[in-house]
């Protein structure tokens, strides 16, 4: 079975920078696409960019300026850095896989982590 | 893309057929799914491209819809089902609607 485990620090001050893990068991992260997204309080949620299987990344261009997904294919992980954070960056962090019917991708999300909770606060 | 869902809160009870609203901003090609999240545990899919339901998810789950208007019905409400769902669409990037959390009445 695919699972998908978000780890990483729950407090980060503002200016510094976030970084996550997503440890993936059952399937490998050299096939399919894995992203992160996020959700806000107000239970906005946002997808934030992705990683191929090749090690290609698209980013959401809000965050271009910011954001950083890599991965290391020995440990079966992907990571998440986000730059020069704000009390805006507040949300639960959530690492996903697109949806895949054994034959094609497709751009919804087929398994989800549990998702780890990320409060920016000095 | 604006994904509006309606409405935020639902009660409804054990049996009874619930609808959820999807609505988005602009014609999205059908390419919307739809997922369940219960409490402390990750998002499940539940369905995708409209009315397809992924595998695993009880039949009592549908989707209909086209252009803007899309939604999900639960057939006969089961206690299982009492979660937050909501929809996402993949025609212009990724957004996602805020949710309807639904409860027994």
């Known amino acids: 079975e695919v699972q998908l485990q978000e780890s990483g620090p729950g407090l980060v001050k503002p200016s510094q920078s976030l970084s996550l893990t997503c440890s993936v068991t059952?399937?490998?992260?050299?096939?399919?696409?894995w992203g992160w997204i996020r959700k806000f309080p107000g239970n906005e949620m946002e997808y934030m960019g992705y990683i191929t299987y090749t090690g290609s990344t698209t980013y959401n261009p809000s965050l271009k300026s910011r954001i950083s997904i890599t991965r290391d294919t020995s440990k079966n992980q992907f990571f998440l850095q986000l730059n020069s954070v704000t009390t805006e960056d507040t949300a639960t962090y959530y690492c996903?896989?697109?949806?895949?019917?054994?034959?094609?991708?497709?751009?919804?999300?087929?398994?989800w982590g549990q998702g780890v909770m990320v409060t920016v606060s000095s | 893309i604006q994904m509006t869902q309606s409405p935020s809160l639902l009660s409804a009870s054990v049996g009874d057929r619930v609808t959820l609203s999807c609505k988005a901003g602009q014609n999205i090609n059908n390419y919307l799914a739809w997922y369940q999240q219960k409490l402390g545990e990750a998002p499940k899919l539940l369905i995708y491209n409209v009315n397809s339901l992924q595998t695993g998810i009880p039949s009592r789950f549908s989707g209909s819809g086209s252009g803007t208007d899309y939604t999900l019905t639960i057939s006969s409400l089961q206690p299982e089902d009492v979660a937050t769902y909501f929809c996402q669409q993949y025609n212009s990037w990724y957004t996602f609607g805020a949710g309807t959390k639904l409860e027994l009445k």
């Open positions: 059952g399937y490998s992260i050299t096939s399919n696409y």
């Open positions: 996903v896989r697109r949806g895949y019917d054994g034959t094609y991708y497709y751009r919804y999300f087929d398994y």
